[in-house]
């Protein structure tokens, strides 16, 4: 039984390691993660991005030693609220796009049936969600966790989305 136990483990660190350094590598290139880590090796496998999501992974392992009722705590208190406002990212973008495409006449290529009322329902369910989280004294640690890093996020992809508006833009002569 330890064999498979360790085996599935290995199995998911390796599938944790793989998505992690594509998804570095992909951000890298649209411009939102460092140049660097779109080195590729000759087998076609991105290795800086292998190398800096594999130290990422070994830091979390240091910090969960070194804290362990600390690191993986704060971890699981913000992965639900975190996936909420996700959800409710897509929900709005979803209600915004979807009027705007019928109003411009154009048929969205995925017809979600009940729209927008049902998009309205399940925005106002996730706010209410969110609400009852924060009032919640058994929930408001990790409501509040959610909240640093939703804004943390945001803040980073503006000043990454100004930096390339600003690099982009055309030099004015005088």
Same mark, same amino acid.
């Given at each position: 039984?330890? *064999?498979? *136990?360790?085996?599935?483990?290995?199995?998911? @660190?390796?599938?944790? %390691? #793989?998505?992690?350094?594509?998804?570095?590598?992909?951000?890298? /290139?649209? !411009?939102?993660?460092? $140049?660097?880590?779109?080195?590729?090796?000759?087998?076609?496998?991105?290795?800086?991005?292998?190398?800096?999501?594999?130290?990422?992974?070994?830091?979390?392992?240091? =910090?969960? #030693? @070194? @804290?362990? /009722?600390?690191?993986?705590? #704060? %971890?699981?208190?913000?992965?639900?609220?975190?996936? @909420? +406002?996700?959800?409710?990212?897509?929900?709005?973008? $979803?209600?915004?796009? =979807?009027?705007?495409?019928?109003? /411009? =006449?154009?048929?969205?290529?995925?017809?979600?049936?009940? +729209?927008? !009322?049902?998009?309205?329902?399940?925005?106002?369910?996730?706010?209410? *969600?969110?609400?009852?989280?924060?009032?919640?004294?058994?929930? $408001? $640690?990790?409501?509040?966790?959610?909240?640093?890093?939703?804004?943390? *996020?945001?803040?980073?992809?503006?000043?990454?989305?100004?930096? !390339?508006? !600003?690099?982009? /833009?055309?030099?004015?002569?005088?």
């Amino acid at each position: 039984m330890d *064999i498979v *136990i360790l085996t599935a483990a290995a199995s998911c @660190l390796n599938s944790a %390691l #793989y998505t992690a350094s594509r998804m570095l590598f992909s951000l890298s /290139e649209r !411009h939102d993660a460092p $140049q660097a880590v779109r080195k590729i090796a000759r087998n076609g496998a991105p290795w800086v991005a292998v190398v800096a999501s594999t130290a990422v992974g070994f830091l979390a392992v240091v =910090g969960n #030693y @070194l @804290l362990p /009722e600390k690191i993986f705590g #704060y %971890l699981l208190a913000t992965s639900g609220a975190v996936a @909420l +406002f996700v959800y409710l990212a897509i929900a709005a973008s $979803q209600f915004v796009l =979807g009027r705007r495409m019928r109003a /411009e =006449g154009e048929r969205p290529p995925v017809r979600m049936w009940l +729209f927008p !009322h049902l998009t309205v329902v399940v925005i106002v369910a996730i706010v209410a *969600i969110l609400v009852l989280m924060a009032f919640d004294p058994d929930q $408001q $640690q990790s409501f509040g966790l959610s909240v640093v890093s939703a804004v943390v *996020i945001v803040a980073l992809g503006v000043f990454v989305h100004r930096r !390339h508006a !600003h690099a982009e /833009e055309p030099a004015t002569t005088t």
